[in-house]
């Protein structure tokens, strides 16, 4: 994803500025941006097994398939900041059933390789999903430009 999918709406916020996908993909289901920048920092809302462009939940799927849409909502959010997964900082996993963590943590290691990002996995009452993702990633520093 390159920085053209993006739509930053500077100073709307004041201290943060709210980040957006591209309009092919769905809106939000509530009132909230799929992430914000702040300080340098893009925080990414919770990410669920809903397919960006139809919007359509994938809810009824197996739990690897849900997720692998949300670390891959993830990959599109933060693409949509101008940042990829190696700028995650720290992930948020929400479960709903807590004995899938280790189904989860070998999906994640398909998306995330070593150093891992910080990571808290809790156990949530999702509304008829089995996992959520919220993460925070930080704007590589000059100094540190791709290679």
């Known amino acids: 994803m390159n920085r053209s999918t993006c739509r930053v709406m500077v100073g709307v916020a004041g201290s943060w500025t709210p980040i957006e ?3 092919e993909h769905a809106p939000p289901a509530g009132a909230f941006s799929p992430a914000v920048e702040a300080a ?5 809302s919770g990410q669920v097994p809903r397919d960006p462009v139809s919007g359509q939940w994938v809810k009824d799927r197996p739990l690897e398939e849900q997720a692998r849409r949300v670390f891959s909502n993830l990959a599109l959010t933060l693409g949509a900041a101008g940042l990829e997964l190696r ?19 070998k999906i994640f290691q398909e998306y995330f390789r070593p150093p891992f990002p910080a990571r808290a996995v809790v156990g949530a009452a999702l509304e008829g999903f089995l996992i959520e993702v919220a993460a925070v990633a930080a704007r ?8």
């Open 40 to 44: 340098g920092l893009v925080f990414v």
């Open 140 to 147: 590589p520093r000059p100094a540190e430009a791709r290679r």
């Open 21 to 23: 996908l591209s309009p």
């Open 87 to 105: 700028d995650v900082a720290s992930v948020s996993v929400f479960l709903a059933d807590i004995s899938h963590w280790g189904a989860v943590n």
